[in-house]
């Protein structure tokens, strides 16, 4: 995952294909996100649970742990290794769903750039990536150290011409039980690990290069090249 993905809907457009009943806390807003564009460090929507409460909250993409100053914040975490290695041990518990429209990779053609190509659901329906981070809850007010990570696994049948990695994707039924408080920690791991949806969900398409400068947010930039 090249780290750019768009999130244009409504929290409450991200809440319906959740199919989720618990009552929400928003502090997201109500309006279209409009963004087409996001690339790490920009401030996205997320999902968590608190008890029997839906939370969304606007989170930094991108976290480290408090100790590790010499290295940039990683925006992605492998799903082999983060239930178990030590940089993520903190945030691992700390489950969440981004709802992203698509995301985009970038592939070498053979021409002097590589070649942007969106992926999408072939549905239509947003896309459910399994996350974990530091964000606010009842007893941790929104702070500096907030981030998230979305969580990758090796890409499988034809997308892996498009990249070796890709978000862990969910059915609406498992982000439920993934944000699930009481879902145990090596439950949520089997889910990650083999239960992610399948590259036939997925369809992708050239658009145009201007994705590539993060300062380029229009929405046609999710239109495919004719």
């Not at 691992?92 to 992926?119: C, M, S, T």
């Amino acid at each position: 995952m090249c780290g750019r993905l768009s999130q244009y809907r409504g929290i409450h457009d991200f809440v319906a294909a959740l199919s989720m009943p618990n009552p929400l806390v928003n502090t997201a807003g109500d309006q279209p996100f409009d963004c087409y564009n996001a690339a790490p460090t920009t401030q996205l929507a997320i999902f968590h649970q608190e008890g029997q409460y839906l939370h969304a909250d606007m989170v930094r993409w991108g976290w480290r742990p408090h100790w590790a100053k010499d290295r940039a914040a990683p925006i992605n975490a492998r799903v082999e290794k983060v239930a178990h290695g030590p940089f993520f041990r903190a945030i691992w518990p700390h489950r969440a769903i981004i709802a992203i429209d698509n995301w985009f990779e970038w592939v070498d053609e053979g021409g002097p750039k590589k070649q942007p190509y969106l992926i999408r659901r072939k549905d239509r329906a947003p896309i459910l990536c399994a996350a974990i981070g530091q964000y606010p809850n009842a007893e941790h007010p929104p702070g500096e150290h907030d981030g998230f990570v979305i969580i990758t696994a090796d890409s499988a049948g034809g997308m892996v011409d498009i990249h070796d990695r890709r978000p862990v994707t969910l059915s609406p039924e498992l982000a439920r039980e993934w944000l699930e408080p009481d879902t145990p920690k090596e439950r949520a791991e089997q889910m990650v690990l083999l239960q992610g949806e399948p590259t036939e969900a997925f369809e992708w398409f050239q658009v145009d290069r201007a994705v590539g400068n993060v300062r380029n947010h229009a929405a046609w930039l999710i239109d495919p090249i004719i």
